[in-house]
């Protein structure tokens, strides 16, 4: 069993950051994948940003330049740091683990709004 907890959502202005933390606990190591999805109102969910057990990063076109992801192995984190922050990226982010043999766990997400 795994069990990821995100914090770090908000409200803030067009142009602002923030950054999320999704611990991870459990059956869980470095070696796994991990990624953030977001779900905007009336959309459905999409990937933003994967990270590989070897550290290969994936981020979305639409945030390249903006957002990144990392992993703190020690503390079996992941962050999605976000820049310059856009009314569109208003959405419930969630974190996502896939440990192997089709075990798969979702975060019960955080929301981000941006608006002025």
């Known amino acids: 069993q795994v069990q990821l907890v995100e914090s770090g959502g908000g409200l803030v202005q067009p142009g602002g950051s923030l950054r999320l933390s999704c611990a991870a606990s459990?059956?869980?190591?470095?070696?796994?994948?991990m990624a953030w999805y977001r779900q905007a109102p009336g959309k459905q969910r999409e990937l933003v940003a994967s990270?590989?057990?070897?550290?290969?990063?994936y981020v979305k076109d639409s945030v390249k330049g903006r957002f990144t992801m990392s992993r703190d192995n020690a503390a079996n984190t992941v962050y999605l740091q976000m820049n310059s922050l856009k009314p569109e990226d208003t959405a419930v982010y969630y974190c996502?683990?896939?440990?192997?043999?089709?075990?798969?766990?979702w975060g019960q997400g955080t929301q981000v709004t941006v608006s002025s």
């Open positions: 996502y683990a896939d440990i192997g043999m089709a075990r798969r766990y």
């Open positions: 990270i590989t057990g070897g550290g290969t990063i």
């Open positions: 459990g059956s869980i190591s470095s070696r796994n994948f």
